[in-house]
DNA sequence: GGAAATTAATCAATCGTTTGATTAATTTTG
DNA sequence: CAAAATTAATCAAACGATTGATTAATTTCC
């Protein structure tokens, strides 16, 4: 008799991930963990150490998945509104696609408890602002954009995306919109891709 | 002699704001908020009835006081950029000079438990929701604003502001900037009410 | 057979809440 | 007015439940 094999850590992270997404890393339980994941209590500090080692292994196994996503932009011999368009459009799809997961990490991000992660957290968006700055600034210096408050424009594009994701269903969209419907989704990206191409294109290059 | 008048349902309620808003609902303990405020921690059961009924109360106040402070703008006989350029600086103001809270706030939002606080903030931010809208919409009928998606227009208003706030100190402004510090706070207010409503006049305003 | 994986049982610590008693202030009563 | 009765505020201690973590025994797998 072969039971199925089930790789519990994998289990373990999964479900952990999914229970921090929902009620917050205080709010959940190292016993929740465990029946949500199949697996012994125990099997938590045996593959992880702590609670707090599955949120850190979770944390740095998306980080370094998302580092991996980016830099290829600044290569392609395009304008910088173009450039600017393609971050825009990542930058939507990415976190659109793991709205559970950076929910989470703004609400961690929100704490001024758990320094490591904060910090972990703060490095991988210091990364994607430099890019954007740098495509802005470029902008600006040869001529292209307006000359804008660049760190106010980055705060502009990430702070409307995260508004779309955090904002309650029934308060952002007209309708009741849900991002777990994959067709909602993909309507809310579109608008939001849309909405943030438009506004950088008219503001960013419109002379006054 | 008179011993100082100390009002321990108040110190309750300003040690618990301060508590939740440093380690969040569920990493704050009752003899943590019991300590801080010099209260006996039966004294927080006894006012508020439950930890969660101290964190009710907090949200009541605040939300009752956020309620107070609009709905002027719009007897004005201004345009409609104007009416928005005053919600916008109001809204900057506001959000600014209440840091903590809007985080707390956020945090609380981004959780699926706890509905009757989320219904709470969802009704409270619905209200400046539908003013923004009102404004714009009028605006674009009459035909002094371009036809934009103005539900993302209201998200990038907002989530500016929420990213300006949220965002770890050393990201988001270029030097160390510290929103504690007054002269910081009041520079940063200022760059991003100039910010979106020069975005705002010349998204909505500009003619193609 | 031995290392790795898994289990049930248990640990001390802390959680939010409740208790019964005490003090201080206020109201009622004679 | 002053004694008695009532109420509100405060306290130390303890409640049962739950927390994250650990133990020691057992099973699985190569």
Do not use: W
């Amino acid at each position: 008799m072969k039971t199925e094999k089930v790789d519990k850590r994998q289990a373990i992270l999964e479900a952990a991930e999914k229970l921090f997404c929902e009620t917050g890393y205080e709010g959940t339980s190292t016993r929740q963990i465990a029946k949500e994941s199949g697996a012994n209590m125990a099997m938590i500090n045996y593959y992880f150490g702590s609670k707090e080692g599955v949120f850190v292994e979770i944390m740095n196994e998306r980080i370094a998945s998302f580092g991996s996503q980016l830099k290829i932009i600044n290569e392609d011999k395009i304008s910088a509104l173009e450039k600017l368009h393609r971050v825009i459009e990542g930058y939507v799809n990415r976190i659109l696609n793991n709205t559970a997961f950076h929910k989470m990490m703004h609400r961690e991000l929100s704490l001024t408890q758990r320094p490591e992660m904060y910090d972990k957290i703060k490095d991988a968006m210091s990364h994607n602002m430099q890019l954007i700055d740098r495509i802005i600034t470029d902008g600006i210096e040869d001529g292209t954009f307006n000359k804008v408050d660049v760190r106010m424009v980055i705060a502009t594009i990430m702070g409307t995306i995260t508004n779309v994701v955090i904002s309650p269903n029934k308060v952002m969209p007209c309708s009741n919109f849900d991002l777990n419907n994959p067709k909602d989704k993909k309507i809310i990206k579109e608008r939001a891709i849309a909405h943030l191409q438009d506004l950088t294109t008219v503001y960013l290059t419109t002379k006054k």
